[in-house]
Structures are given as structure tokens and as C-alpha cells.
């Protein structure tokens, strides 16, 4: 057995991005409450409503996911008719696309989601949150998969 220093837990990156991920999904959920969108899903509609229909694969890479874990974060969406899945321009790909409740319900949830922004920023700081989504960005951009 090795004899090396073994580092402590609360050193480990992704335990504290997972501890402020899930604070701040608390956080963003209970301000977007009485819309009836949870945060994740806030997330979703508001691509769609910036970015208008798009294929299913697309969609997985630019929210960073993969298809399965999608494919379970829009069943609620479907149910609730916020969002429609539908052959694409090719008929091979499958397009998600905001339906007219969905973007009713994008519209009424977009000044709730303000203040949740604003609530953490006047807590954690305006700048400090612009450097820190930066770093996330930079973060979430970089393939750090099979790394050595």
C-alpha cells in the first residue's frame, strides 16, 4: 500500500461544484415555483425559445447532456404540452420544439428566473458571479474526458 498523502474529500472538485450545483438549483427552483417550471426545465424552454426547434442531438450538446438523461428531462415537458417532439426537416432526426403554452409558460417564468439571478448576485456579488459563470463556460467547454 502506498504510503503517499492521500488528499482530503473536501478538496475534491467535483463534490464542491456538485454542493453549490445543487444550492443553487434549490435556490433558482423556488423562485420559479409558481410558474411550474423547476430550473432544469427553465433551462430547456429557454433554449428552445432562443434558439427555436432543434434536433434532439443538438439539443443534448449544448445543455451538456446526454440523450438518455434529455430525453428524461423533457417527458414532463411533453406531458405538460410545453414542448413538442416531431420528425425533423430530414425525417430521420427528431426536432424538439417549443409549442404555444411553452412559450407562454417561458414568458410568465422569465421574471422569476430575474429574480432568482438577482437574489444570488446581490448575495455572492455581480461580479463575482460574471467571473464565476465565465469559469463554467470555460469549464463546460473543455473535454476533459480520457484525460491522463
Not at 3 to 27: D, F, G, S, V, Y
Not at 55 to 62: L, R, S
Not at 114 to 142: K, P, S
Request: hydrophobic content about 40%; some cysteine.
Amino acid at each position: 500500500m502506498s504510503t503517499a498523502a492521500k488528499p482530503p474529500p473536501e478538496i475534491c472538485n467535483l463534490l464542491a461544484l456538485r454542493q453549490a450545483t445543487r444550492r443553487l438549483t434549490q435556490l433558482y427552483d423556488h423562485f420559479l415555483a409558481p410558474s411550474g417550471v423547476r430550473g432544469t426545465q427553465f433551462s430547456i424552454l429557454a433554449r428552445l425559445k432562443a434558439r427555436g426547434p432543434m434536433p434532439i442531438g443538438e439539443m443534448a450538446e449544448a445543455m451538456v447532456m446526454d440523450r438518455t438523461t434529455l430525453a428524461r428531462n423533457l417527458m414532463p415537458l411533453r406531458r405538460q404540452r410545453l414542448v413538442a417532439v416531431t420528425p425533423g426537416v430530414d425525417r430521420r432526426r427528431r426536432e424538439i420544439r417549443l409549442t404555444d403554452k411553452g412559450l407562454a409558460t417561458i414568458e410568465a417564468a422569465l421574471p422569476l428566473w430575474r429574480r432568482a439571478q438577482h437574489h444570488f448576485e446581490a448575495r455572492y456579488g455581480g461580479g463575482e458571479a460574471e467571473r464565476l459563470r465565465a469559469m463554467l463556460r470555460e469549464v463546460a467547454a473543455t473535454e476533459l474526458a480520457g484525460g491522463g
